[in-house]
């Protein structure tokens, strides 16, 4: 088991920049697969970035190009850093974390999870 807790988020204007960090507790951190997903109110949740054990990474087709996730193993850190935002990245974006998965892009692939944090992003 890995305990995760986000932070970072806030409110934001329309291309503006925010960083949501992802703190893990565990030893074996650097041997897990991290995610990044979103929900917005009454929606599903929504896949946002993957990045592997070997920092292989991998975006959601609505934010390739402006998201970046990065993670720091010595410090049991990932990041996601967002670029270029937009109304419609509004919501509650949560870490995860598995030790397996196919591609990284399912909820169903990760066992843990964060509590979230709200990104707000206004027009």
């Known amino acids: 088991q890995v305990q995760l807790v986000e932070s970072g988020g806030g409110l934001v204007q329309a291309g503006g920049s925010l960083r949501l960090s992802c703190a893990a507790s565990?030893?074996?951190?650097?041997?897990?697969?991290m995610g990044w997903f979103r929900q917005a109110p009454g929606k599903e949740r929504e896949f946002v970035a993957h990045?592997?054990?070997?920092?292989?990474?991998y975006y959601g087709d609505s934010v390739k190009g402006r998201f970046t996730i990065s993670r720091d193993n010595a410090k049991n850190m990932v990041y996601l850093q967002m670029n270029s935002l937009k109304p419609e990245d509004t919501g509650v974006y949560y870490c995860?974390?598995?030790?397996?998965?196919?591609?990284?892009?399912?909820?169903?692939?990760?066992?843990?999870w964060g509590q979230g944090t709200q990104v707000t992003v206004s027009s």
């Open positions: 995860a974390a598995q030790e397996t998965v196919r591609l990284g892009n399912d909820p169903s692939e990760y066992g843990n």
């Open positions: 565990g030893r074996t951190f650097s041997r897990y697969h």
């Open positions: 990045i592997s054990w070997s920092r292989i990474t």
